[in-house]
């Protein structure tokens, strides 16, 4: 048997963090039992889906990287099929129709509410049945799946073990609505059914829904497929997770600057576990993985530990892989890289330095950019009088390189101090302050080196020019 398994998110917003764990969860499955992963959108709520959600949904999976093998497939595409199941349920006794009204429904609801029983529809209520006696056909009606009365549903979740809910605690749920239009919990069915779904990866809010899902697999004659339910995600602070805890779109965190594999090694993490392993490439990952390994319990979302994540990958992906995520913060941020270094050598010198990508591309502007002022406290502290002769001796001995490599430049730096006795500090501070703009680099010979000779002649003459601007008014 090939294992198949599949995502069917309601495009009636972004992706969150929650529904991406599980896409990635199943996808990874299906990658480890070489089988294949579907995507479908579930897009029968014709009032809240959106083609906007449908945009986010594709996107924070491609950015993601979890491909899929089949799909995306759309549930509003196939009501035909859909209504050809229902009426094979009429046909074969297994659904009616049914004509009590909303507020008939309520009335009876209150009813049953006000004796303490549990509310729910009951086809035996004299006032339903009466309501259904007396219909005329061409009368508005539901299609009503008639669940079966005696035993119960058992089925052995992969994350939670055996469960069992008896046939008892289930009403006649709609399966078509009186406008004619089909509803979630069968077309979940005949989807996974059409599609060959082995393997239902899903989150545990659904868990109530699935007796009621394998009833209509076995009165349509169809395999049911293996469940497995995840936990829920809660906030650091153990509430459900949501926006006051930060970003909870998949594509909020690629614009806060965090790299794909970085959030799918958090969020593989966030549930299931390999002993004390912390970091997977994507294939560890898939080799791993196993439904069995994932937790019963809630895991919270810890930001702390997913950018010490981020940090790791960008030091340790290949600069490649970074510089293709990072060209869409630098354009974000207008800093062209036409006239500069390669960014992957940017990458390699300023990256270990970086939690995220919004603030690799942020330290990697005076590569590209000249600056016309210098940071205030850094230049106040580090560009004064004491820095001109060490400054002006650095920009003659530089003006005479010609092999601009980052050995010869820090020569210049170590003659500096030697002709003229001070400390590294004395001329390594004023450098960098001129050739960056600020305090805070990295080498500064390794810098110098990138920006490049005419850049960094003509940064040391603006911040030489800035001190003797300072003595004057002083």
């Known amino acids: 048997m090939t294992v198949k398994t599949r995502f069917a998110p309601s495009p009636t917003g972004y992706l969150h963090v929650g529904g991406a764990r599980t896409a990635l969860y199943s996808w990874l499955y299906a990658k480890n039992q070489g089988g294949e992963f579907v995507l479908r ?103 009503r799946f008639r669940n079966p009365k005696e035993g119960s549903v058992v089925f052995n979740d992969q994350i939670r073990g055996r469960i069992e809910i008896g046939n008892d605690q289930l009403d006649d749920l709609i399966i078509r609505r009186t406008d004619g239009s089909p509803t979630y919990n069968f077309c979940v069915v005949v989807d996974d059914w059409d599609m060959g779904i082995t393997h239902v990866v899903r989150g545990e809010d659904h868990i109530n829904n699935t007796p009621r899902q394998i009833n209509i697999y076995q009165a349509l004659g169809a395999p049911v497929p293996t469940f497995a339910h995840c936990a829920m995600i809660l906030g650091d602070d153990g509430a459900k997770l949501s926006k006051r805890h930060g970003a909870v779109s998949v594509m909020q965190y690629r614009d806060e600057g965090y790299l794909p594999n970085a959030l799918n090694n958090y969020l593989v ?21 196993s439904l069995d390994a994932i937790s019963k319990s809630a895991s919270a979302f810890n930001t702390d530990k997913l950018l010490w994540l981020n940090n790791h990958y960008i030091k340790n992906s290949d600069p490649e892989y970074v510089a293709e995520h990072l060209q869409w913060h630098l354009d974000e941020q207008n800093i062209a890289t036409i006239n500069g270094p390669a960014i992957t050598e940017v990458i390699k010198l300023v990256g270990e330095r970086c939690n995220t990508l919004v603030e690799l591309a942020q330290q990697s502007r005076y590569f590209y950019e000249d600056f016309s002022e210098f940071d205030a406290a850094a230049a106040k502290k580090h560009l004064r009088g004491v820095a001109k002769a060490p400054l002006e001796l650095a ?11 980052t050995e010869n430049l820090h020569n210049v730096i170590t003659e500096v101090c030697e002709e003229l006795e001070i400390g590294m500090g004395k001329i390594g501070m004023p450098l960098r302050v001129s050739v960056t703009g600020g305090g805070q680099s990295p080498s500064v010979d390794a810098v110098m080196q990138l920006i490049g000779k005419e850049r960094v002649m003509s940064r040391i003459e603006m911040a030489l020019e800035f001190i003797r601007q300072r003595e004057a008014n002083a």
């Open 41 to 143: 959108i579930e897009d029968t709520d014709l009032e809240r889906s959106t083609q906007e959600a449908v945009d986010a949904i594709l996107e924070g999976m491609t950015w993601m990287g979890l491909e899929w093998d089949e799909g995306p497939y759309y549930q509003t595409k196939r009501f035909d099929r859909y209504n050809e199941m229902v009426e094979k349920l009429l046909a074969e006794d297994k659904a009616y129709k049914c004509y009590a009204s909303k507020a008939l429904l309520d009335e009876v609801r209150a009813e049953q509410e006000a004796n303490k029983e549990m509310p729910r529809y009951d086809a035996n209520h004299p006032k339903i049945r009466a309501a259904n006696e007396s219909a005329k056909d061409g009368d508005p009606c539901v299609i």
């Open 395 to 405: 920009l003659e001995k530089v003006k005479q390189i010609s092999d601009w490599t």
């Open 269 to 289: 993490r966030l549930g299931w576990s390999h002993g004390d392993q912390e970091i997977f490439s994507q294939q560890e990952m898939i080799d791993l993985f």
